[in-house]
């Protein structure tokens, strides 16, 4: 059985605009399609407030660029999780983007999400 979706007004798939990492902007919401390029050790610290946080970056890249991609305390376990590896696609959806002296950086957040493409 074979199933057509047509879209109609009102009524549709949502398809998420997918953003490439040059044109990605400072504070704004983003899903994009990357790939793996290095996976870097988790990393601990004392936040501020004295409490321990953890943090994990990944690299990854498009065909316009790339970006670091930050998972913070319990989601720097993802790469175990979803079995991610170097050369892995990834769909990352409703993340947001952090302009620094030293690049790109993408955040999954709490509600974004990542997923094996």
Known sequence: MNFTI????GIGVEMANVKKIVD?????????????VKIFAP???IRKDGRPGKV???MVKDDTGDCRL??????????ERLGITVGSRLRCQD???KQTDYGTDVGKGKKGSIALI
């Open 24 to 36: 990605l902007k400072d504070r704004e919401e983003v899903t994009m399609e990357v790939e793996v």
């Open 95 to 97: 993340c947001y983007v």
């Open 70 to 79: 930050a998972l913070w305390d319990d989601d720097t376990d993802l790469i």
């Open 43 to 45: 990393r601990e610290f």
């Open 56 to 58: 994990r970056n990944i």
């Open 6 to 9: 047509k879209e109609a007004p």
